[in-house]
């Protein structure tokens, strides 16, 4: 399950890079990453 997570988080963060990059797309692409964020941290939680 953790790897998932770490999975989800690097796809949203090079998602968020692309689109903050590439494209402007407002705050979508802000969500992506804080969604990643949480995910991360989750991860980072559960882990310990």
Not at 4 to 16: E, S, T
Not at 26 to 35: N, P, T
Request: hydrophobic content about 70%; charged content about 5%; cysteine-free.
């Amino acid at each position: 399950m953790r790897s998932i997570l770490y999975i989800i988080a690097v796809i949203l963060v090079i998602g968020w890079a692309i689109g903050f990059l590439g494209y402007q797309a407002g705050g979508i692409i802000h969500i992506l990453l804080v969604i990643a964020l949480i995910s991360f941290l989750l991860g980072m939680i559960r882990r310990a």
